[in-house]
């Protein structure tokens, strides 16, 4: 069992900035990747970005390569996602995912946290 919990949503103009943050908890033992998702009203569920838990190395979307970026600190169970320069239709409910197996089906997710860019 894996309980994650999002934070740092908001409001935010155009252009400018917010940092996510995933807190982990439970069986974080042999954590094999964490993802960001995200949904806007009417649409279905995205990925946004993902990054492999003992390497480090990530993948993004490429809506938002070059603006976005997936880190995490392994101490402390905790993925971030820093967003720069956001733009509107990055307005959504994020929800952070994390996955103990290397098929990258994810299967504990957090509650969401609303992100909301005005123009």
């Known amino acids: 069992q894996v309980q994650l919990v999002e934070s740092g949503g908001g409001l935010v103009q155009a252009g400018g900035s917010l940092r996510l943050s995933c807190a982990a908890s439970?069986?974080?033992?042999?954590?094999?990747?964490m993802g960001w998702f995200r949904q806007a009203p009417g649409k279905e569920r995205e990925f946004v970005a993902r990054?492999?838990?003992?390497?480090?190395?990530?993948y993004y979307t490429d809506s938002v390569k070059g603006r976005f970026t997936i880190s995490r600190d392994n101490a402390k169970n905790t993925v971030y996602l820093q967003m720069n320069s956001l733009k509107p239709e990055d307005t959504a409910v994020y929800y952070c995912?994390?996955?103990?197996?290397?098929?990258?089906?994810?299967?504990?997710w957090g509650q969401g946290t609303q992100v909301t860019v005005s123009s």
């Open positions: 995912a994390a996955t103990r197996t290397q098929s990258l089906v994810y299967d504990y």
């Open positions: 439970g069986r974080t033992d042999s954590m094999y990747d």
């Open positions: 990054i492999r838990w003992s390497l480090g190395t990530t």
